[in-house]
């Protein structure tokens, strides 16, 4: 019998919730997946350790020369008919966030992004609130939201990425991995209820790197259908290709999931700051300003789109595009100029996508969702694209040059407001917040610290000033100028101006350290700060 430790005793007014989540059976559950996959992850980890020191010495990648790839006659399994459209999901919903849950599941929407990743902070009072959120929908039991899961847009589940660990559970003695509680609690209390209903379970994956992590999520799906009795091929998983590994490997990962693939995703900026990790101390791979010169219409990036496209179409698989994080402002009439204007821009971007093939993607802004909807129908409203099929000639050159452009002073202003916003609020614990028309999240804030601790080590010059550099200097007195500016318009208490004081020295940790930590959610999630603030529990035992 293995032994579970919870090292948080229930929130105020949470204690029947725990009682239920991490119930006896559920625990039991959890364990045994632990146990049984184990040794795997640890071979994960080490395996990312080295591929990262490979790639470091050998500097480039290639394309796999596998036997999935050679052979063109194989395709996935056949997609249930919820999943046939997937033209738009809601992205960055966090369950912990009642209203916002209840108010996606009754959009006009093919899916939600169920977040327990980029847009969400996984403190133990969120995680229950999720969860429990989570089993009342879909047992049509959650207030304001609708009585019967069949009629709720489809439930796209994001556990947490590999890298994050569980500190307040123990399970033989051991840290839990974060990805295996999420699924693993998501799947006992659920798995069943949506399989009746036809309506999953189905995942998002997150920051898979390369193909033998996907084979690891399917043999993680094969032992859990057959614990809960579910038919084999019951679960779907669109794979979040969020790692430059992962782009050499499409075919590969598609092949891994086959019975349980629900195709692949693309998602710019942490696919982008997948790039530094790998490669950023090369000057060659020096990322120019982003919000200026970084988007898909730029060659690296639209043969990335174009890659995924074709080999999911390949396979007969879906190929969703990524999220617009784009926000109309709060009570705006979406029929004045400003509105006009954004709504415009929001369409235009993924009207290029459609043009590029792709079955779906998400949006933040429920309140755009009619305007999306109605650019499907002006756009043949098939319910995907998977029929259009066509040759790319992408080369590894194509997806690892990146554009030579340059920095600018506002670029660097940007993107210290997000490092340090996106640590002020997970200190808070709260996982995503809005910027200057945007909703930011972690995708956003890897990116945003990237850049600036790569500017920092090649000091170019600013394109709106040519005499000055990116330096040390420079950074320190954009994050001391904009903590000050926060510190005058955020900050109402005691507690606010010192969170907002450890965001700031935080990030500059995060700017200046010689090797940056590979994901700024590890860094948090393991951090002190954070920790102390969201474990004020007595230890229990069960």
């Not at 003695?173 to 974060?178: P, Q, R, S, T, V």
């Not at 390369?210 to 259908?225: C, D, K, M, R």
Request: proline letters at 4%.
């Amino acid at each position: 019998m293995s032994k579970v430790v919870l090292l948080q005793s229930p929130p105020p007014k949470f204690e029947e919730i725990q009682k239920t989540i991490f119930s006896d059976a559920a625990l039991e559950f959890l364990s045994q997946l632990h146990i049984n996959f184990d040794d795997k992850i640890e071979q994960l980890y080490k395996d990312r350790l080295q591929r990262t020191v490979a790639t470091k010495v050998f500097s480039t990648l290639d394309f796999k020369k596998s036997s999935e790839r050679k052979d063109k006659s194989w395709k996935i399994a056949p997609l249930p008919s919820r999943l046939q459209n997937r033209h738009l999901d809601l992205g960055d919903v966090s369950a912990s966030n009642t209203a916002h849950f209840v108010s996606s599941l009754n959009q006009d929407i093919q899916g939600i992004q169920v977040d327990f990743d980029d847009g969400h902070c996984p403190t133990w009072k969120n995680q229950l609130q999720a969860f429990q959120n989570i089993r009342l929908a879909v047992n049509g039991k959650l207030q304001g939201a609708p009585l019967t899961i069949t009629t709720c847009p489809v439930l796209m589940l994001r556990p947490r990425a590999w890298n994050m660990i569980e500190h307040n559970i123990l399970i033989n003695g051991k840290e839990a991995i974060g990805p295996l509680v999420d699924f693993a609690i998501l799947m006992f209390h659920n798995a069943k209820k949506l399989h009746e209903a036809n309506s999953g379970p189905y995942f998002y994956l997150s920051k898979l790197e390369g193909a033998s992590e996907a084979q690891l999520w399917n043999n993680i799906f094969v032992w859990t259908q057959k614990q809960l009795g579910l038919p084999q091929g019951t679960i779907k998983a669109c794979v979040l290709i969020e790692n430059i590994i992962s782009t050499f490997e499409l075919d590969e990962i598609l092949y891994a999931l086959k019975e349980h693939s629900l195709g692949l995703n693309c998602g710019i900026w942490d696919y982008c700051a997948s790039i530094i990790s790998k490669f950023g101390d090369r000057e060659e791979f020096l990322l120019p300003d982003r919000n200026k010169y970084v988007n898909m219409d730029r060659h690296f990036l639209n043969s990335y789109l174009r890659l995924v496209v074709s080999t999911c179409h390949a396979r007969d698989a879906p190929a969703t595009g990524g999220m617009a994080a784009a926000m109309l402002k709060p009570g705006s009439d979406l029929t004045d100029k400003e509105s006009k204007t954004i709504i415009k821009k929001i369409l235009e971007g993924k009207m290029k996508e459609i043009e590029c093939g792709v079955d779906g993607f998400m949006v933040y802004d429920a309140r755009v969702v009619p305007h999306v909807n109605e650019l499907w129908k002006k756009s043949g409203a098939t319910p995907n694209q998977i029929s259009r099929k066509f040759e790319v000639n992408i080369s590894p050159q194509d997806l690892l040059t990146i554009p030579q452009d340059g920095v600018t002073l506002q670029g660097l202003k940007h993107n210290v407001a997000i490092s340090i916003m996106f640590i002020y609020y997970w200190l808070a614990g709260i996982g995503h917040f809005f910027y200057s028309g945007n909703v930011e999240d972690s995708a956003t804030a890897e990116i945003s610290r990237y850049q600036i601790w790569q500017w920092i080590r090649f000091s170019p010059p600013l394109e709106d000033d040519p005499d000055k550099r990116v330096t040390v200097k420079l950074v320190e007195k954009t994050a001391s100028n904009f903590a000050a500016h926060a510190h005058k318009n955020l900050c109402r208490s005691n507690a606010e101006r010192k969170r907002l004081t450890a965001a700031r020295y935080m990030s500059m940790e995060l700017f200046l350290t010689r090797n940056p930590p590979e994901f700024i959610t590890s860094y948090l999630n393991d951090n002190h700060k954070f920790r102390t603030l969201h474990n004020k529990a007595l230890l229990s035992s069960l």
